[in-house]
Nanobody, 119 residues
C-alpha cells in the first residue's frame, strides 16, 4: 500500500509555471511506476505523464510534450510535475498515481490538487 499526497496547485496566469509535488508513504516507493493524470470539469480523467521506477523512462500526453516535465526522487519518496507555458486548457484537478510492477492499471491515487490558469 502507498498513500499519495499532492501539493503545489494554485492559480497562475497563462504562460506561467507551476510545480506539483507528490509525497508517497511507505518504503517501497521505488517499486512503483508513477504518473500524473488530470480531470477538467465535465471531462474524463486523462493521462498527463508517467515515469519509470528508475526514473529513466518518461512518457507524456501530446498536449503537454515540451511544456511539462515529470521527475522523481526515490530517496525522498517524491514525484514532481514541472508545468511551464501553462494554457487555460491545462486547468484541471491533477492527480498523482502509482502503479505496481506487473499491474495493468494504476493502483493508488492521491486526492488531487487544483490547477487554475487564467487567460
Amino acid at each position: 500500500q502507498v498513500q499519495l499526497v499532492e501539493s503545489g496547485g494554485g492559480l497562475v496566469q497563462a504562460g506561467g509555471s507551476l510545480r506539483l509535488s507528490c509525497a508517497a508513504s511507505g518504503r517501497t516507493f521505488s517499486m512503483y511506476l508513477m504518473g500524473w493524470f488530470r480531470q477538467a470539469p465535465g471531462k474524463e480523467r486523462e493521462f498527463v505523464a508517467s515515469i519509470s521506477r528508475d526514473g529513466i523512462t518518461t512518457s507524456y500526453a501530446d498536449s503537454v510534450k515540451g511544456r511539462f516535465t515529470i521527475s522523481r526522487d526515490n530517496a525522498k519518496n517524491t514525484a514532481s510535475l514541472q508545468m511551464n507555458s501553462l494554457k487555460p486548457e491545462d486547468a484541471a484537478v491533477y492527480y498523482c498515481t502509482a502503479r505496481r510492477m506487473y499491474s495493468t492499471a494504476y493502483d493508488f491515487w492521491g486526492q488531487g490538487t487544483q490547477v487554475t490558469v487564467s487567460s
